[in-house]
């Protein structure tokens, strides 16, 4: 009798085991559930409060350039790369020329930071004329300054994307619209500084 007790005492402690085991299992689940779905909810909410909504459609930017020169620089103590570059373009179907400077730091993945500025300069023969309303070919300017990061592939070529951040002084010109513009781009750059760049607005 004594070991009948025992037995029946043993495989009780067992079968509560059993379901305080399967309780924490399922307990376990719905937590990471819940969690799930209040992470999601909690980014759901945070993008629609910022109105962080993407829209960038068709590109309105697009530019060709040339590497005019490079140097060779130390940035803390790792090796980077200045160059300065020149080319046209055409935001929004108004021509320019530009110029600016970039300044490339490498990292040990491969892969490369990117940061420069520049200015452009309306043309007098763009398809808007480069001139105001009234009629004059007076040239308008505007400043950039972008952040990318790309890769260097086997061929040489240099992928990159990022972000251009454009400001003017002009308030009534045919460059007025680009002040706090913001372009997301996408790069290439040849092996012999051949340079193209293609640009999305963020709205």
Do not use: C
């Not at 379901?19 to 937590?31: C, E, K, R, V």
């Amino acid at each position: 009798m004594k070991n009948k007790s025992l037995s029946l005492f043993g495989a009780l402690a067992i079968s509560i085991s059993l379901i305080l085991s399967t309780f924490a299992d399922l307990t376990s689940q719905i937590d990471h559930q819940q969690a799930t779905a209040a992470a999601s909810t909690s980014n759901n909410s945070t993008t629609a409060a910022m109105g962080m909504t993407p829209v960038l459609g068709n590109p309105i930017f697009s530019e060709h350039d040339k590497i005019t020169s490079q140097k060779q620089v130390i940035i803390n103590g790792s090796k980077g790369l200045r160059v300065a570059f020149s080319g046209n373009g055409t935001i929004k179907g108004i021509d320019f020329t530009d110029a600016g400077t970039a300044l490339i730091t490498f990292r040990s993945n491969g892969y490369g930071d990117l940061k420069g500025h520049g200015i452009i300069t309306t043309t007098a023969t763009g398809k808007d004329g480069g001139g105001d309303s009234s009629g004059s070919s007076a040239q308008e300017k505007g400043t950039f300054t972008f952040y990318a990061t790309g890769r260097q592939d086997a061929g040489g070529t240099v992928n990159s994307n990022g972000a251009t951040f454009f400001h003017t002084d002009s308030t009534i010109g045919k460059l007025a619209f680009i002040d706090n513009l913001v372009v997301i781009t996408r790069n290439q750059v040849d092996k012999a500084g051949n340079d193209v760049t293609i640009g999305w607005e963020w709205k």
